[in-house]
């Protein structure tokens, strides 16, 4: 999504980018503090921060039918998962309050996204909650999926499951706002349109992925819902804010609100 700002492909309007790159727990706290002026973040994690921050319509990882995955050694009954220390990238992320929804409240313990997969080969937790490329790869460590919460999603509500989003600071004003997502609209459709390029540049951070495999976990997330949310991108977003709010996530009402 951000190649053609990196490598200067595209008009910037006089914006300057500084990128900086972390995990996504991270990016959840720092937004908690309004450190950066844009940001990826959980969509979970929003309603958090929306006296500060705004969605950008664009930007955000949403697939239908496929998200997240529950792994452990041996095959589990559906029904028992909730009797298993379940090893979670973070309380914040998207993907631990879907898993909450699917299975109710459950033992859990945080540890970073990429470690996941070892802690559950090692026995060190009964199940694990991987994101990222974790659901491609988990096979290849001999464990078992357990449950898809992309299709739980999908099979509850009919709609895609958004995950990660984008969000800008408020204090940058509208005019700034709305001249910054254009700025970042133009950047992903660059990179949908020079896929090869892209690819190029998103192997850097691919951690061990081959070329197959990068292209295709970059297919299921960066997608024309990617490039719009759409009417129905949308509604996945209050749909699922609307859930959370039903079990008591929040202390306040959620407000979506997107940059026009």
Request: charged content about 25%; aromatic content about 8%.
């Amino acid at each position: 999504m951000f190649w053609a700002l990196a490598s200067d492909a595209i008009d910037t309007r006089g914006f300057e980018f500084e990128h900086v790159l972390k995990d996504i727990q991270t990016l959840n706290e720092w937004a908690l503090e309004g450190r950066l002026e844009v940001t990826a973040l959980s969509l979970h994690a929003y309603p958090f921060v929306q006296d500060h921050y705004v969605l950008l319509p664009h930007g955000a990882s949403m697939g239908s039918g496929y998200g997240p995955i529950v792994v452990a050694r041996e095959p589990v009954p559906l029904e028992q998962l909730g009797s298993l220390e379940i090893a979670v990238p973070g309380r914040m992320t998207t993907a631990f309050l879907v898993l909450r929804m699917a299975i109710g409240d459950f033992r859990y313990r945080v540890v970073p996204f990429d470690e996941i997969i070892g802690e559950v080969v090692a026995g060190r937790a009964d199940a694990g909650l991987l994101i990222h490329e974790g659901q491609l790869t988990y096979e290849s460590e001999g464990l078992a999926k357990l449950l898809d919460l992309g299709e739980w999603w999908l099979l509850e509500t009919g709609l895609p499951l958004p995950l990660g989003v984008n969000a800008a600071r408020r204090d940058l004003g509208d005019d700034v706002l709305r001249e910054l997502s254009a700025v970042l609209a133009d950047s992903i459709r660059a990179g949908l349109s020079h896929r090869q390029d892209a690819l190029r540049y998103a192997m850097q951070y691919g951690r061990g992925l081959d070329d197959r495999l990068t292209d295709r976990f970059i297919g299921m997330y960066v997608n024309e819902l990617t490039e719009d949310y759409g009417d129905e991108g949308r509604k996945a977003v209050r749909e699922l804010l609307e859930r959370a709010e039903a079990i008591g996530v929040y202390d306040q009402p959620v407000r979506v609100e997107f940059v026009d």
